[in-house]
């Protein structure tokens, strides 16, 4: 029976260890004092976002994070932690959790890791400003675009002025 119980918790472990390798970005949290319809808003949200929002045993979450390697994280998982692991968008968790921690002061950001490094909660709160990803290809295509836009306007200006010239 003992080794059964020691399998499934290791194969726990596992999970979550490549939980940790696959995420762009991991955020822990404290959720206690938050009511059954903020947590499912809150899951929504995230899930929309295309983030996975778990909570696991701390212990679970110790041994994975020093499996990966992250041994920075260990002071976050006390107490009630949900852990949410985006793949897609990295900005999209702190983002999601950042704004929903401003309307609910019972949700509390604990810390994280970003691209496989251990982040600050003034890193993660820095990050949660940022696009998402959309608005961060809307930005570098428009600044790609201004060197061609200005070159146009510069030879139709030219232009222009060699018709008045002209006439």
Do not use: W
């Not at 976050?76 to 929903?100: Q, Y």
């Not at 570098?140 to 139709?156: D, E, T, W």
């Amino acid at each position: 029976m003992s080794k059964e119980i020691n399998a499934k918790k290791a194969a726990i472990v596992e999970e979550v260890f490549e939980k940790f390798n696959n995420a762009s970005s991991v955020v822990v949290v404290d959720y206690r004092g938050l009511t059954v319809d903020e947590v499912t808003e809150l899951r929504k949200e995230l899930r929309e976002a295309g983030v996975e929002m778990r909570v696991i045993k701390n212990t679970f979450l110790r041994r994975a994070a020093d499996k990966a390697g992250y041994e920075g994280l260990d002071e976050t998982f006390t107490g009630p932690t949900a852990v949410a692991f985006g793949s897609e968008d990295a900005t999209a968790p702190a983002r999601i959790f950042s704004k929903f921690a401003e309307d609910h002061e019972a949700l509390t950001i604990k810390g994280g890791m970003i691209d496989g490094k251990v982040v600050t909660l003034d890193e993660i709160h820095a990050l949660a400003k940022l696009p998402n990803r959309e608005g961060m290809l809307s930005m570098l295509c428009s600044v790609l675009q201004a060197p061609v836009r200005n070159f146009a306007y510069a030879v139709k200006a030219v232009a222009d002025s060699k018709d008045e010239s002209a006439a």
